[in-house]
């Protein structure tokens, strides 16, 4: 068996995982933008406290606690979830609600001064350098395929299985529950929804909350599978994120999780065959080819405008 097929098998596994990371941010952007219409730029810095959350409660836990590793996961989960649902809480209050009736250009520099302060808050309290995160799942799936090995990490594993989990879960919830038929509402026409009673300054606080949760969920996943962070990581995941958000069409979940993996598996394959100096060329030329081609994505829809 020719070794192109093998390599071709482990960079697709490898760009899926990135993929899953990136999905997982992208939907913050595109439910909020769905939503209020703007764009949350400080989102990608959720994700990085996301990250930092997590390492902090490992080192509450301690490796030796003697705790099983699949609850030492669970906990550090949890508790990303929780402190990173309130910051997301706290931005939308802070740095959106009173500007939310503003010209769009009042929130964008909003947000990206909420961005710049939240980098600086975590370097602060927690330094500027590169941290370590202790590999909790060392091993790997390892199988021949003729002569090429694939190595596939627990860790990258465990990011795909987790994202296919809550993807389904927030598939579910959005279609069915009391809070996702409210948001869809809100996404479809705010003034109609508000007059038909909805609360939509609690969906709008609601949708906030989710997209750091899911977020909080990301930074936790690859802090483990990478094995380092620093405050400064939140950055180009969060431009490489809402670059998957436009690339599937902004507003649409679906197009954020089919976004985020061609994203993944673009930036992947040309690290791989190209050069990891071209990966982000790579990506950000596949986002200009499509939009040309298709301006609202591959999933959007096109806006029209209400008269």
Same mark, same amino acid.
């Given at each position: 068996?020719?070794?192109?097929?093998?390599? @071709?098998?482990?960079?697709? #596994?490898?760009?899926?995982?990135?993929?899953?990371?990136?999905?997982?941010?992208?939907?913050?952007?595109?439910?909020?933008?769905?939503?209020?219409? +703007?764009?949350?730029?400080?989102?990608?810095?959720?994700?990085?406290?996301?990250?930092?959350?997590?390492?902090?409660?490992?080192? $509450?836990?301690?490796?030796?606690?003697?705790?099983?590793?699949? $609850?030492?996961?669970?906990?550090?989960?949890?508790? $990303?979830?929780?402190?990173?649902?309130?910051?997301?809480?706290?931005?939308?209050?802070?740095?959106?609600?009173?500007?939310?009736?503003?010209?769009?250009?009042?929130?964008?520099?909003?947000?990206?001064?909420?961005?710049?302060?939240?980098?600086?808050?975590?370097?602060?309290?927690?330094?500027?350098?590169?941290?370590?995160?202790? %590999? !909790? !799942?060392?091993?790997?799936?390892?199988?021949?395929?003729?002569?090429?090995?694939? #190595?596939?990490?627990?860790?990258? =594993?465990?990011?795909? *299985?987790?994202?296919?989990?809550? +993807?389904?879960?927030?598939?579910?919830?959005?279609?069915?529950?009391?809070?996702?038929?409210?948001?869809?509402?809100?996404?479809?026409?705010?003034?109609?929804?508000?007059? @038909?009673?909805?609360?939509?300054?609690?969906?709008?606080?609601?949708?906030?909350?989710?997209?750091?949760?899911?977020?909080?969920?990301?930074? =936790?996943?690859?802090?483990?599978?990478?094995?380092?962070?620093?405050?400064?990581?939140?950055?180009?995941?969060?431009?490489?994120?809402?670059?998957?958000?436009?690339?599937?069409?902004?507003?649409?979940?679906?197009? *954020?999780?089919?976004?985020?993996?061609?994203?993944?598996?673009?930036?992947? #394959?040309?690290? *791989?065959?190209?050069?990891?100096?071209?990966?982000?060329?790579?990506?950000?030329?596949?986002?200009?080819?499509?939009? +040309? #081609?298709?301006? %609202?994505?591959?999933?959007?829809?096109?806006?029209?405008?209400?008269?």
């Amino acid at each position: 068996m020719s070794d192109i097929f093998p390599q @071709l098998i482990q960079q697709l #596994f490898n760009g899926l995982s990135l993929g899953a990371i990136y999905a997982l941010i992208a939907i913050g952007y595109t439910m909020v933008y769905g939503i209020i219409g +703007m764009i949350n730029f400080a989102h990608g810095d959720i994700y990085m406290i996301g990250a930092y959350i997590g390492l902090v409660t490992l080192s $509450a836990i301690g490796t030796q606690s003697g705790l099983p590793v699949w $609850a030492i996961i669970g906990l550090m989960l949890v508790v $990303a979830v929780f402190v990173t649902g309130v910051y997301g809480l706290v931005v939308e209050q802070v740095a959106y609600k009173p500007v939310r009736q503003s010209p769009r250009l009042v929130a964008l520099i909003s947000a990206i001064g909420m961005s710049i302060f939240l980098q600086n808050w975590v370097a602060l309290g927690q330094g500027a350098r590169d941290m370590a995160v202790p %590999s !909790l !799942l060392p091993g790997a799936i390892n199988f021949h395929m003729g002569d090429f090995e694939v #190595f596939i990490p627990y860790t990258r =594993v465990l990011i795909i *299985a987790v994202t296919v989990v809550l +993807m389904i879960a927030l598939t579910m919830y959005i279609k069915h529950s009391r809070m996702g038929r409210a948001s869809r509402a809100c996404a479809q026409d705010m003034h109609m929804a508000n007059l @038909l009673g909805i609360d939509t300054n609690k969906v709008i606080s609601f949708t906030f909350v989710l997209g750091a949760v899911l977020a909080a969920v990301g930074g =936790v996943l690859i802090a483990l599978a990478v094995g380092k962070l620093n405050p400064f990581i939140g950055f180009l995941a969060g431009i490489k994120a809402f670059t998957a958000a436009v690339l599937g069409g902004i507003g649409s979940i679906p197009g *954020a999780m089919l976004g985020g993996v061609i994203l993944g598996v673009a930036e992947t #394959f040309a690290a *791989a065959y190209i050069s990891s100096e071209y990966k982000d060329i790579v990506a950000f030329g596949l986002l200009v080819t499509i939009l +040309m #081609f298709r301006p %609202s994505g591959l999933l959007g829809k096109p806006e029209v405008e209400k008269v």
